[in-house]
């Protein structure tokens, strides 16, 4: 992996903080009780869908993010 140039240090520090805005974070947390339940309509189960999907690939880059950074404090 090549190490970061300077300007990109105030880039990974956001994206290895990011967190879904609340509102997503409660609409998640709802469709995953709901699944639970096994209570999800179609779309609903689509939506979850997309959101697991999304929530995985961000805690990737989250994860390479935090490599960089702790590679260039080295």
């Known amino acids: 992996m090549a190490k970061p140039s300077p300007g ?3 880039l990974l520090e956001e ?3 990011f967190k ?3 509102a997503t974070q409660r609409r998640f947390t709802r469709l995953m009780d709901l699944n639970s339940e096994g209570g999800l309509s179609p779309e609903q189960r689509q939506e979850l869908a997309g959101l697991v999907e999304l929530s995985e690939r961000i805690a990737i880059m989250k994860g ?3 490599l960089l950074l702790d590679r260039k404090s080295d």
């Open 8 to 10: 990109t240090d105030d």
């Open 64 to 66: 390479r993010a935090r």
């Open 15 to 17: 994206l290895a903080e």
């Open 20 to 22: 879904f805005p609340r």
